[in-house]
């Protein structure tokens, strides 16, 4: 009997569709196209000394240092916000992992807003805060890190809280008939297991924590060498001096490449 | 060291209720299908389930209003779940550092234990690259190095191969008899039961059906289930002297005993005889039976028949061909009274 004669392109499923492959490439081109553009207009020539200017590497320095403390407050509260989604039921835990939720979804310049409401010199916080220790957040670089933890902090939780789901709780069985508290089965058996999701998170959060504009300029203003982080000085400079802002756009870009290609393995090559 | 336990476990559609009681150095086994409790019941005693009803007692100190951690036990798990992130050494030392020794002593214990068990040399492997028998007593090593009075064993020996469970059974045999403490053990496999137990408990749908040494268990089975596991036929009559009306078929068996009142009738497959034709001067223990299927069991050939009373019978592959037994057959069915084994029930 004569088998059916099949195209080469892929035995199991048949041709490619075209339908699906045309939309595909503009989406592709769509992506990389910018990038491009960013590349190719590049003032190469210039590029050395334009980095050299003292409010990239300020602005740079800036960034890099609240993206950082910003993602280390999301861990020291984040992780422990995920155990407790992931592993205790209290009611209301819906409600709660919905409102850690909210700021994912929420325009950043009306976290900046809302933010100011709670913690501004007027606010329901910032007030008290302001009368008993005589401090107050916004338009400080404490702001932005603020600013840009309130954005980031969802991105952590949620990856750790998956990777809390994800894990073997028997592994913790075991150790509590080891004899382990549950303070030592959480950081001697939890956190280890679990540590490629916290380190995806937290990766995550520092690259949205980088790139934050929205509450940051809302929230703490834009001062250069307190307030003015990286993407601050991007839109600022494409006003004055557009070049100025291309070279500071490609230093973001190069910063995120980096960051994509640490995730290369858990999170683009996944199947 | 005496356990004492009446663990009770209400679930949906499903209801453990045991007694326990299981001396100090005696090694226990639970025995019993999927899903008859016996790892529930496990996990109980382990605190790792919580009780709905119940007492748990070592040695008069009341354990199940404890947590896991602050029980007298180790527990060697199905699939051991050794700790992938820690080496066999901090694997081990993990109990001890939990019970306050520092980092070197806990280690220097833990390899103590993991020299007893002969794997000193894989002190510094991670549990991946461990071989099935090789993570089993890095398991038993963990459970054993925070000296537990209650050692719990879940399947010790289901997740390895055939070949290497045949060694690691006879090892873990070695290691249970030098433990002083009490230990409970799960299996669903008989002989893993009788070879590492002093006594087997079986449970069926949640609660105790028999118990008893090995020997006394395998030549007395009280439920179809223990009696398929040690592989024997299993009827349930009335006996008036020497012979016994079996339920609810009314055949009648000549045995060998003495009873009087409801018995449990026991054969192996080994003493059915099978015949064509109806045999000549033999009129005892004869009926007629279909052969409902035929199969490999060994180098003998089990025969299973419906009919009045349902038998498996053993024979030769040459008695097969000889008397052309197909399923779906009628073929004349005896049993030798002296083979039978009648007792109370």
Known sequence: MATPRRSSV??????????????????????????????????WSTLGERLAAPGVLEALRLSLITATCATAACLVFG?????????????????????????????????????????????????????????????????????????????????????????????????????????????RVTLPLVAPGITAGAVLCWARALGEFGATITFAGNFPGQTQTMPLAVYLALESDPEAAIVLSLVLLVVSVVVLASLRDRWVNSP | MTLQAHLVVERPRFLLDIELKVDQGEVVALLGPNGAGKTTALRALAGLTPLSRGRIDLDGESLHDKGPER?????????????????????????????????????????????????????????????????????????????????????????????????????????????????????????????????????????????????????????????????LNLYQGSADGQAVTLDPSGIVLRVTEHHRGPVF????????????????????????????????????????????????????????????LTPGQQVWVSVKATETHAYPA
């Open chain 1, 10 to 43: 892929n035995p199991v499923t048949g041709r490619i569709p075209w339908i699906l492959v045309l939309p595909a490439l503009i989406g592709l081109v769509f992506l990389a196209l910018p990038m491009v553009g960013l590349l190719v207009r590049t003032p």
């Open chain 1, 79 to 187: 992780v422990p916000l995920a155990w407790l989604l992931a592993r205790v039921a209290f009611p209301g835990r819906r409600l709660v992992r919905a409102l850690v939720t909210v700021p994912l979804v929420l325009p950043p310049v009306v976290g900046g807003v809302a933010l100011l409401l709670v913690l501004g010199r007027r606010g329901l916080v910032g007030q008290w805060l302001d009368q008993v220790f005589g401090f107050s957040l916004p338009f400080t670089t404490a702001g932005v890190v603020v600013a840009e933890a309130f954005v980031a902090m969802p991105f952590l939780v949620i990856s750790v809280e998956g990777a809390l789901r994800a894990a073997d709780l028997r592994y913790e069985e075991a150790a509590a008939t080891l004899g382990a508290s549950r303070w030592t089965v959480f950081r």
């Open chain 2, 71 to 231: 029980r007298p036990i180790g527990m060697v798990f199905q699939d051991y779940l050794l700790f992938p992130h820690l080496s066999a050494l901090d694997n081990v030392a993990f109990g001890p550092r939990c019970q306050g020794l520092g980092k070197e002593q806990a280690r220097r214990t833990a390899m103590g234990w993991l020299a007893q068990m002969g794997l000193a040399e894989y002190a510094h492997a991670k549990p991946r690259s461990l071989s099935g028998g090789q993570a089993q007593r890095v398991a038993l090593a963990r459970a054993l190095a925070v000296n537990p009075r209650l050692l719990l064993l879940d399947e010790p020996l289901s997740a390895l191969d055939a070949h290497t469970r045949v060694e690691i059974r006879a090892q873990l045999r070695h290691r249970l008899a030098g433990f002083a403490g009490t230990c409970v053990l799960v299996t669903h496999d008989p002989l893993e039961a009788m070879v590492l137990a002093d006594r087997l408990v079986v449970i069926e749908g949640g609660g105790i059906v028999q118990q008893g040494s090995p020997a006394e268990v395998a030549g007395n089975p009280r439920t179809d289930y223990v009696a398929r596991l040690v592989g």
């Open chain 2, 265 to 324: 009738v026991a054969f192996p497959p080994s003493a059915v005889a099978l015949y064509r034709e109806r045999p000549e001067g033999t009129p005892r223990n004869l009926w007629q039976g279909r052969i409902s299927h035929i199969e490999r069991h060994g180098d003998q050939v089990r025969v299973s028949l419906d009919g009045p009373v349902r038998v498996g019978a053993d024979v030769t592959p040459v008695a097969v061909a000889e008397l052309g």
